[in-house]
């Protein structure tokens, strides 16, 4: 029997399920627990639901809510449940005991039916902490420094049953399926090379079935396909030597458990490996990997190529259950562009915009994928988005300072087939309709009557791009600052001599401001002279104006003094005397408001405090820009600071203006824009009362806003009235 499809989400102050299509409807029949759960989980087989909350863990039924068990243990920070359910693991925190003779045990397994405490260990670390089960949970593999151990979960009394010693072992992975094996990773230490083994898990004490070695491996990740024949190894390392990736190097190796098959997965394409899966079927994985633009590849069991995806932005990769699509999305610092695909045309169904996702998955039926904004990786827009894989958005749930989320798991085998075609979407729910008309729109500037409904219209209306440098503007994109699938020129990694590696396409403007050459070899942009930007530089000249020639630069006195007489030049008073004639000539020819030392081409324009120059070409005199009256005429600069020949109003409303403008609101100009800051004002405060109403805590300045909102009242009146009597 099919369970109802249903999800889970954690917050801040609330813990939900909710169910599926169509409705989505919140569980009324769930409790919310009375303090801030830590995380939840579900069985594997979503019968269970598990909360870990401060003062102990509840384990409720996923259908009817009801409580099956209370497991009194607090400060749990990790949970997790076997393959079937059976036994709940916790990890607390490691608190080092008070005498060497006792020994604190943070790791528990708890009986789930009985409440009971199964067994207890000492995990110091959290990574790695809990047992890894075989499917039928009659082995279970925890591993220990050096050492790999082996219980039987009908009989944890007896303690581990089996032993194997591995020195240096720093991750381990048992298969699924029938016959099960373990896959033991060591990683590379003293210039021995790392090693992956496989061993039969009944029979440890043999010799591995299939062992690799390779050097460049600190890390691992092992992922089996689920028949357990065979498991892809991914390796990383912290530094890449080589200076071609800042995270490191990545490698990826197939290895089969019955040892007839082993290699490295050759890539084509420079870079790391961001994200790589099984297909359901056991007989075809998926990687992404390679430089942004990142390209994927779907290969068959013995790393023959089957399809190439091309190179798009993206980091992520997922099949449905069923295996029959197939999603390919960019998160994280990407744009958060989702790509499905049909597994048996190899086509691409839809593109999905789901941007800011920190979590991604598909239902357990295949059909929908669930997509969450997730604290802290963001605590803007937190919530989830359900979307049909054919591409329309299902539901919406926004919820403050979101956690967690997640589908309630169940078997693949409850879930219906799919068809030859894809099915078609449902009707979305109410939450879509009610998002789209709280979205704000587009309006006209005659329909703007209120101060946040014209900063909306402006930051809807602000064109969105790269930036470019303004040397930069106006001229067409090199195509070394492309990427590849938008015709740029492709990434080409040449060693150094200290063995880093240089891309051009990765360098910008050199160190004098001059762009990189381009396609145009070096001439302007058009509408452009050599060496002219359509801009006015304050202090500097006028375009068109260029400095009278002068004679050689005046010599020093002590150089005049020898030279008397010998090259001409006057000495004495009549000397001095023409010398200043000449610079008052000089002087004379220049703008006035450009200094002589300016006008000679000299000094330095960074500590030039002039103002930008009006010529008039009628013979009148030059003056500042912001010195001259509207008419041309000379006017009397203004005075900053000062407020005189304002009235009250205008006062407030420069005030205002002062502090609205640092937001990006538009100026006010008129007591009805005034009347509706203070509206503004007004809902402000009644949303602080609303949160007075519901306990929260409240800042000082706060309350003193709310403080003045008799004021605020008393002003707004006066303002209506004043408005009322004008007409």
């Known amino acids: 029997m099919a369970l109802p499809e249903q999800y889970a989400y954690r917050a801040q102050k609330s813990l939900g399920l909710v169910g599926g299509t169509p409705g989505y409807k919140t569980a009324d029949g769930f409790v919310q627990p009375d303090h801030t759960a830590r995380l939840y989980e579900y069985t594997p087989d979503g019968r269970l639901f598990a909360i870990a909350l401060p003062n102990c863990v509840r384990i409720h039924n996923a259908t009817d809510y009801s409580i099956v068990v209370e497991l009194p243990v607090p400060n749990v920070f990790e949970i997790g449940f076997s393959p079937k359910g059976t036994y709940l693991s916790t990890w607390e925190r490691y608190v080092k005991p008070a005498s060497e003779t006792e020994q604190t045990r943070n790791h528990r397994v708890w009986l789930v039916q009985t409440g009971e405490e199964a067994i207890a260990f000492t995990q110091k670390s959290s990574e790695g902490w809990d047992l890894q089960y075989t499917p039928s949970e009659d082995r279970a593999v925890r591993m220990v420094p050096n050492e790999i151990q082996i219980y039987n979960p009908s009989a944890w009394n007896k303690g581990a049953v089996d032993k194997l010693r591995v020195e240096g072992v720093s991750a381990v992975a048992p298969s699924p399926g029938q016959y099960p094996a373990l896959a033991v990773f060591v990683a590379e230490k003293k210039g021995a090379p790392a090693t992956v083994k496989v061993y039969s898990l009944t029979a440890l004490s043999a010799a591995p079935s299939c062992s690799k070695t390779f050097f460049k491996a600190d890390k691992a990740v092992i992922k089996w396909n689920n028949l357990g024949t065979q498991v892809l190894v991914l390796t990383s390392t912290e530094v890449d030597k080589t200076g071609k990736n800042y995270y490191g190097e990545t490698n990826l190796y197939l290895l089969s458990s019955a040892g007839n098959f082993d290699c490295r997965v050759t890539l084509d394409k420079e870079g790391p490996i961001h994200d790589f899966g099984w297909s359901p079927n056991s007989k075809e994985f998926a990687v992404t990997y390679g430089f942004m633009p990142a390209k994927t590849v779907l290969f068959d069991q013995r790393v023959r190529t089957i399809h190439d995806f091309g190179t798009n932005p993206r ?368 809902k402000a405060i009644d949303e602080l009362k609303e949160k007075v109403k519901k306990g929260d805590k409240m800042e000082a300045t706060q309350l003193k806003k709310i403080e003045g909102e008799a004021d605020i009242k008393k002003e707004l009146a006066a303002m209506m009235a004043e408005l009322s009597v004008s007409g």
């Open 315 to 682: 980091n992520f990769l997922a099949f449905n259950p069923q295996g029959r699509l197939f999603a390919l999305a960019g998160f994280g610092n990407l744009a958060g562009k989702i790509d499905v695909f049909d597994r048996r045309s190899l086509n691409k169904v839809c593109e999905i915009d789901a941007p800011n996702t920190s979590w991604c998955e598909w239902s357990p039926d295949g059909r929908f994928l669930l997509t969450a904004t997730l604290s802290p990786r963001l605590r803007v827009d937190n919530g989830i988005k359900i979307w049909h894989c054919t591409g329309p958005l299902m539901h919406i749930h926004m919820v403050e300072e979101l956690y967690q989320a997640s589908w309630r798991p169940a078997l693949v085998d409850s879930a219906p087939p799919f068809g030859n075609a894809l099915p078609a979407a449902p009707a979305p729910s109410e939450s879509v309709e009610s998002y789209k008309a709280a979205k704000p729109t587009r309006q006209s500037p005659a329909a703007s009557t209120t101060i946040l409904t014209d900063i909306l219209f402006r930051s809807a209306s602000k064109p969105a791009g790269a930036y470019r440098p303004p040397g930069a503007r106006g001229s067409s994109t090199p195509s070394i600052f492309k990427r590849e699938d938008e015709g740029g020129d492709p990434y080409s990694a040449s060693p150094s001599r200290n063995g880093s590696t240089t891309n051009l396409a990765q360098r910008g403007p050199s160190r004098s401001g001059s762009p990189l050459p381009s396609k145009t070899n070096g001439a302007p942009a058009p509408g452009r002279g050599p060496g002219l930007r359509g801009r006015i530089v304050p202090g500097a000249p006028p375009p068109g104006w260029a400095p009278p020639e002068v004679e050689e630069k005046k010599p020093s006195k002590k150089k005049e003094k020898k030279a008397d007489g010998v090259d001409g030049r006057e000495s004495g008073p009549a000397g001095a005397e023409s010398r200043r004639k000449k610079a008052a000539a000089t002087q004379s020819t220049a703008p006035e408001g450009v200094s002589r030392k300016a006008a000679m081409g000299g000094g330095d324009r960074q500590n030039d405090k002039s103002v930008p120059i009006a010529l008039d070409l009628n013979g009148a005199k030059a003056l500042p820009v912001d010195m001259r009256g509207s008419d041309g005429t000379p006017g009397v600069p203004p005075t900053p600071g000062t407020a005189e020949g304002l009235d009250p109003v205008q006062k407030k409303i420069r005030n205002l203006n002062k502090k609205v403008s640092s937001g990006n609101w538009s100026l006010l100009w008129d007591k009805r824009d005034l009347t509706t800051v203070l509206n503004l004002q007004l």
